[in-house]
Every structure is written in C-alpha cells, then in structure tokens.
C-alpha cells in the first residue's frame, strides 16, 4: 500500500506566501514524476505544477513566475512554494505520484487526501 499526506494548507491573506509538502509513505520502490492540483468551488481539478524524477518542472501558463515545485527524492517528497497569493488561488491542493509498489513493474498514480489552501483578507 502507498500514501500521500498533504501538509501545510491554510488561511492567508492576498499577496502571502505560503508553503505545501508532501510525502509517500508504504511499499515504495521508486517514485516517477510528482505534482500538484487544485480544485476550487464548481470548478474540475486542475494541473498546478509537475516534477520529473531528476527535478525537471512543468508548470500550468498561469501560474509561472509563482509557485515553485520541488521534491527531495531520499524522503519522498514534494514541495510547492506559492508566493504572492491571489483569491482565485483558493482551492482545495492535492499532492499526486507515479509510485511503483513494491513486487509490481508497473507504475500506480496515487492521490493525496487534499489541503485547503484560502486566500482572503
């Protein structure tokens, strides 16, 4: 079994930073690419930003120049550094991996829970 576990959601006020992590934790051979999405009120799951395996990031058109994506391989985990904050950035954040499982040679997309992430003043 593999998990994603979200952390560091919250309230902030237009123009803050505020900083995500995730880790994956189970039977964990290798993880592939990493990422993070979004969901706001009435609207689909959107892509916020992804990480390769060795670091290479791919972000959504709109929100170059603010978020940061990271990841530390030897822990498992993701990063998303959002800097000068905007209402419509207020969505719920959910932490995504490529896992392959320990005794499969395939990789399983597995989801985090989620972290609501409010901007308002």
């Known amino acids: 079994q593999v998990q994603l576990v979200e952390s560091g959601g919250g309230l902030v006020q237009p123009g803050g930073s505020l900083r995500l992590s995730c880790v994956a934790s189970?039977?964990?051979?290798?993880?592939?690419?990493m990422g993070w999405y979004r969901q706001a009120p009435g609207k689909e799951r959107e892509l916020v930003a992804t990480i390769s395996s060795i670091g290479f990031p791919h972000y959504a058109d709109s929100l170059k120049g603010r978020f940061t994506i990271s990841r530390d391989n030897a822990k498992n985990t993701v990063a998303l550094q959002m800097n000068s904050l905007k209402p419509e950035d207020t969505a719920v954040y959910y932490c995504?991996?490529?896992?392959?499982?320990?005794?499969?040679?395939?990789?399983?997309?597995?989801w985090g829970q989620g972290t609501l992430v409010t901007v308002s003043s």
């Open positions: 995504n991996a490529e896992v392959m499982v320990t005794g499969t040679y395939r990789y399983l997309e597995v």
């Open positions: 189970g039977s964990i051979l290798t993880i592939r690419t």
